[in-house]
């Protein structure tokens, strides 16, 4: 993926889980990419998605992309 497609990904990504913080792909995605016991998205929990994401393989941003479009 090219570096651009990625950040277009990424930034939809937290686009979505912001706006939704409460939907099912929202909690989805931060429990899998960073702790399944997450109950709510809070601002620390956006903080470290978004960092997480800076480093994740191209095949997981794909994933949660795909959960949230």
């Known amino acids: ?13 937290m686009a979505f889980v912001e706006r939704h913080r ?26 470290r998605l978004y960092q997480h994401l800076q480093t994740a393989p191209d095949e997981e941003i794909a994933a949660y992309y795909d959960i949230v479009m």
């Open 1 to 13: 993926m090219d570096a651009e497609r990625r950040q277009h990904e990424i930034d939809a990504i």
């Open 22 to 47: 409460q939907s099912y792909a929202s909690l989805a995605v931060c429990r899998r990419a960073l702790d399944p016991g997450i109950e709510q998205i809070t601002p620390p929990v956006l903080s």
